[in-house]
């Protein structure tokens, strides 16, 4: 049977909402080849001795220099090094095959000087024997030990977190953080934190608690003992700075924290 019209049907026709994302116009003649680079990690401890780059040079419509003739010797082959700016000693040279991507790079971090600062890096290269050369940009937190509390670093290979506390004997492990939000009235406000202690003994390994350590500390504390991860509540607050500080400065040592929320939707 055919749905009856209603009102409704009329008061909220369709429309075109714009804002579509054009394909670019594609680059005629020889082939471009696009260089990129990064940190295997988002982080590393100095408390580590090597690190990773990814290295793409992969071929593009788009982006990119034009790579010499294919009928050279020297066709297949990218040569490159990887540098802090401003600095002459490479953290890697080595060759990468034309059109391939996730090459992975090891690096020895004592050359680096840890900073809280991001450091810059940049790559050269150019095709084996010849021009044109290619420049890239990217950078690397190299930060010193954590002495208390979670690092979290995201995999910029395989997508993902890895994490560790004391709980993983500070080795860095995959997290899958599965879990839900949870209000404070009616689940975190209970004295002997039971509904907590239940929700992790069904197997969930992470919470959004919808609460702040001036009032839930005791709860947070709890979630530290049983190494419930969580991911801590800014959203309310995250431009006010003050605010922000306060807050990170209280949870930035836990056992169990993995992320901050700041903003969603």
């Known amino acids: 049977m055919r749905q009856p019209l209603t009102m409704d049907m009329f008061r909220y026709p369709n429309f075109d909402p714009g804002g579509q994302i054009e394909i670019p116009t594609a680059v005629t003649g020889p082939p471009l080849v696009h260089v990129q680079f990064s940190p295997r990690f988002s982080l590393y401890l100095d ?14 419509q788009y982006h990119g220099k034009a790579w010499p003739s294919a009928n050279t010797s020297r066709a297949d082959k990218f040569i490159f090094s990887i540098n802090e700016v401003g600095s002459g000693d490479p953290l890697v040279q080595n060759l990468v095959t034309i059109n391939s991507t996730e090459n ?16 810059q890096l940049v790559l050269y290269g150019a095709p084996e024997g010849g021009d044109p050369t290619w420049t890239a940009t990217s950078s690397v937190f190299y930060l010193p030990e ?10 910029n290979l395989n997508g993902g977190l890895w994490f560790r506390n004391s709980a993983s004997k500070q080795k860095f492990e995959p997290l899958l953080a599965y879990g839900f939000y949870s209000s404070y009235d009616g689940f975190l406000r209970n004295k002997n934190n039971s ?13 959004t608690p919808l609460t702040i350590y001036n009032d839930s500390a005791a709860e947070f504390a709890y979630m530290d003992r049983i190494n419930l991860k969580f991911m801590y509540n800014l959203r309310e607050r995250y431009k006010n700075l003050t605010e922000v500080h306060d807050n990170v400065m209280a949870a930035r040592d836990a056992e169990a924290i993995f992320a901050y929320w700041s903003a969603d939707e």
């Open 47 to 60: 408390s580590e001795d090597k690190g990773e780059f990814i290295v793409n040079a992969a071929f593009s």
């Open 104 to 119: 992975i790079f090891s690096f020895d971090l004592s050359l680096l000087k840890a900073s809280l600062e991001p450091i």
């Open 146 to 155: 954590k002495q208390n509390g979670s690092v979290t670093r995201i995999d």
């Open 195 to 207: 509904e907590i202690q239940h929700y992790a003994d069904l197997g969930l390994n992470a919470i």
